[in-house]
């Protein structure tokens, strides 16, 4: 048996697949103060039920890591780094996420000034040694971060990535002092810019004691429980890696849950036979999106976590903190069931990005919520079943809800409460259709090629709003939306990252040069994961320009033909996402980046049993025009295949569809609920 387990800030999603395909789902409330016991016991009820069968593997998708950068609830961390580049970290790249927005204000570097010391030497940017270390500059710096209590330390000297014997020196200098934690560049990113190779270690530093303390302990406790399988965990590139390599690198895990439901998002679609799709996930605390094209998941090296919007790629940047290693390209925004409801000071309506997540979460939950959220109001306006969530398990109290919506938010506008719940609902998704826009349009896409495909136990409630604001004709809802992405732990394979620093034209490049550097990552690579399929691409820009674009290389025999089709497949990529080419300018090869994967088993496929429409109708309200409409409800096996007019109201377990009028929906072959929106 193998069990993927997803931690949201709401709930936390466990699916089981036996031996014969059998499905097991479970979904219980996250447990924020530990998110390892929600885990434990998910895991326990789904075990208990199946005790003579082992556990083949536990695969994990776990937020531990950004949810410690965007509470600062991270080690205490120092940095040691070459003399004269202390304030690497402040000065970054001088770029604001909101040009025009003079209240803005830059988040706080990770390690504060008074922790960023400086050590004496110095390497050339072609790897011969300028300056010696000085170990008495090493040993001052060690003696102060002692007497400060530091529990972790990032080691980022200049030029260490093309010779590393300084960096090896002082992470060996630190190893002996005392019993802290060491993150050093060299192995972390070595790779050019200094600033983005510096936040990388900086953060992995950062969240490196907390998540190797939750994974050892998670570990210990699930073989307590008598699963003897490995724990694995989902890597921010959409691959698995084994905890105990996590808990040496844990910046590679920083989208790990995100990155799950994009990988059951592209499996899905190529089952389909549909290989363009824009990824829609949307839960109770966050939504992410990103774009599956031609059936293939599109990764990015740039990401930043920690602002207002967290997302991979080239076109916005400043508001977190920039890590650089191989990601989906994917969006993600505050914005979720648990978003929160106010009233600005001009008399607004805002929605989050602030989450009452699962404790105590929205007020018709009854578990203590003070705050209007998200979820009260698709409440109020009949969208959500009152008699609870999760197949009853979490009934949903109306009347204390309504009650603190008008008082909170009704009073303060002058609007019927249906308008104003109507307008959070409409709001919300002009929110995330921002994220969206994210991963399509500002990457060069048309949205209105794709198909949208949302999951999430909110996604498919707001997933036709979203369709119609961006020109999107077709909605597909998978099974079992609520819990897509812990089916999509299941449909990930074991894989490793390289990455080397080449900075050469290309055209004073030779095959030669091309097949000795594969060689010697292809080498280490196999220590890593024998038998490994392998991916190489190579970032190329113009020369003068600061960002490059990953352009996908054969891996077999390199010739000039295969070097000119290399400049010449930029060159059509560059046009192709900045609507022009320089095709008399040089073109640079910036790095080289090798990926080795082993073959991902298939999503896991759980069968719709068909079945009758139950005699339900709930009255909803969809805007001035169509009013309150008594509105039927039913079960997805109750769908047929037939396109049925809206509006309906599809329950799931897990999940809850709305099909709004003008909108109609089918059920297909695999389960999916497909709606034209119309």
């Keep these: 048996m193998r069990i ?14 036996h031996p014969n395909g059998e499905v097991v789902v479970h979904k219980l409330p996250s447990t924020p103060r530990d998110y390892g016991q929600a885990i434990l016991k998910g895991v326990k009820e789904v075990f208990d039920s199946t005790r003579s069968e082992a556990v083949e593997e536990v695969i994990h998708g776990t937020t531990v890591a950004t949810n410690a950068i965007l509470s600062g609830t991270g080690a205490c961390t120092g940095l040691i780094t070459t003399k004269g580049f202390r304030d690497v970290l402040e000065i970054g790249r001088l770029r604001m996420p909101r040009l025009y927005d003079l209240s803005w204000v830059k988040p706080e570097p990770l390690v504060p000034r008074y922790l960023r010391l400086e ?12 300056k010696d270390l000085d170990e008495g500059s090493v040993i001052s710096a ?37 019993n802290w934690t060491v993150s050093l560049s060299f192995e972390i990113l070595p790779e050019i810019r200094e600033y983005e190779r510096t936040s990388t270690t900086v953060v992995n530093a950062y969240v490196l004691p907390l998540v190797r303390t939750y994974l050892s302990v998670l570990h210990k406790e699930l073989h307590c429980l008598g699963v003897e399988g490995p724990l694995r965990i989902m890597q921010s590139g959409g691959g698995i890696t084994e905890a105990e390599t996590a808990a040496v690198r844990p910046v590679q895990i920083i989208e790990s849950g995100p990155a799950a439901g994009v990988v059951a998002a592209a499996s899905l679609g190529r ?15 966050t939504a992410k999106a990103s774009l599956v094209e031609n059936g293939q998941i599109p990764r990015a090296v740039d990401h930043e976590v920690g602002g207002g919007i967290s997302l991979s790629g080239r076109l916005m940047g400043g508001g977190g903190y920039p890590i650089r290693v191989p990601c989906i390209d994917l969006a993600e925004i505050g914005a979720g069931g648990g978003s929160i409801l106010r009233v600005d000071g001009g008399g607004g309506l805002q929605v989050g ?5 699962s404790d105590p979460g929205p007020v018709c939950y009854a578990k203590g919520g003070t705050n209007s959220t998200l979820t009260d109001a698709n409440l109020l306006l009949g969208y959500l079943n009152p008699q609870g969530l999760g197949g009853g398990k979490l009934v949903l109290h109306k009347e204390p809800a309504r009650k603190r919506f008008q008082d909170e938010i009704v009073s303060r506008m002058d609007l019927p409460e249906e308008e104003v719940a109507l307008g959070a609902h409409k709001i919300a998704a002009a929110r995330m259709v921002r994220a969206v826009r994210a991963v399509s349009s500002e990457r060069g896409r048309d949205p209105t090629k794709f198909l949208l495909m949302a999951f999430g136990g909110s996604g498919p409630l707001h997933a036709v709003e979203m369709a119609r604001n961006m020109g999107i004709g077709r909605v597909i809802v998978p099974p079992s939306p609520g819990l897509f992405s812990a089916f999509g732990l299941l449909a990930a394979g074991l894989q490793y990252d390289l990455v080397r620093t080449c900075l050469k ?13 594969f060689n010697e990552m292809n080498e280490e690579i196999q220590s890593k994961l024998p038998g490994a399929h392998l991916e190489l691409r190579a970032d190329l820009r113009y020369t003068g320009q600061s960002y490059e674009l990953g352009i996908p290389v054969s891996t077999e025999i390199w010739d000039n033909q295969k070097i000119a089709q290399l400049q010449s497949t930029f060159e059509s990529e560059h046009e192709r996402t900045y609507g022009h080419r320089a095709e008399n300018d040089p073109v640079e090869v910036v790095t080289l980046r090798l990926r080795a994967f082993l073959p991902a088993p298939e999503l896991p496929v759980q069968p719709i049993v068909s079945g009758d429409s139950p005699a339900a109708t709930r009255l909803a309200y969809y805007g001035a025009s169509d009013g309150w409409v008594d509105t039927r409800v039913i079960s997805r096996p109750a769908l047929g295949e037939s396109m049925e007019t809206g509006p309906m109201i599809v329950e799931d377990y897990d999940a809850t569809t709305l099909v709004p009028p003008g909108s109609s929906a089918g059920l297909d072959a695999l389960g999916n609920i497909l709606i034209d929106v119309g």
Excluded at 4 to 17: E, L, Q, R, S, Y
Excluded at 122 to 130: F, K, L, Y
């Design 505 to 517: 034209h290309i055209q004073t490049m030779s095959p030669v040069d091309f097949s000795t550097a």
């Design 142 to 178: 060690i003696e102060r971060l002692k007497a400060e209590g530091v529990e972790s330390i990032a080691v980022c000297l200049l030029n260490s990535y093309v010779n590393e014997e300084h960096e090896r020196r002082v992470g060996e200098l630190l190893r002996e002092a005392a």
């Design 4 to 17: 993927g387990v997803d931690i949201g800030g709401t709930f936390t999603d466990i699916v089981a697949v």
């Design 271 to 285: 089952r389909m036979g549909e290989g363009d799709l824009i990824a829609f996930d949307m839960g109770g605390t």
């Design 119 to 130: 050590v004496d030497e110095r390497v050339a940017a072609d790897g011969t040694i300028e």
């Design 353 to 357: 990005p602030d989450s009452a997540g």
